[in-house]
């Protein structure tokens, strides 16, 4: 009795080098992102404190920033910067590929300006 051997087809090599060097990055664990359970560790560290109560801190901020900016308020960082709502104006604009003029409606946005002490470190 023989059996017959089914190989599978070969897959085609990236041709993007770029998409080869992110997985590398990732694989080694270091990311350009602090996660929110980095911070509640780093909060933990610094502190003293468990970590649920860490995050329990790390959740009221974020959850009195959002509801704060949600109010049209500017909420000031020290050290950090400075996150305020902005109103953007109603324009034209143009769809691409076919040229044909939309109106844009007025909106809102959030900025970010950051303090001259954090310019200044990096």
Do not use: H
Not at 34 to 51: N, R
């Amino acid at each position: 009795m023989t059996k017959k051997s089914t190989k599978a087809p070969a897959k085609k090599p990236a041709t993007k080098t770029a998409s080869k060097a992110a997985p590398a990055a990732k694989a080694a664990g270091e990311s350009n992102k602090v996660a929110k359970t980095q911070l509640v560790d780093m909060v933990a560290e610094k502190t003293g404190l468990t970590k649920k109560q860490s995050e329990e801190a790390v959740s009221t901020m974020l959850d009195a920033i959002v509801a704060a900016v949600k109010e049209g308020k500017s909420v000031g960082l020290p050290g950090l910067g400075t996150l305020s709502v902005r109103a953007t104006a109603a324009r034209t604009g143009v769809r691409p590929g076919t040229s044909e003029k939309i109106q844009i409606p007025a909106g809102k946005k959030l900025a970010f300006k950051a303090a001259t002490t954090l310019k200044g470190s990096l």
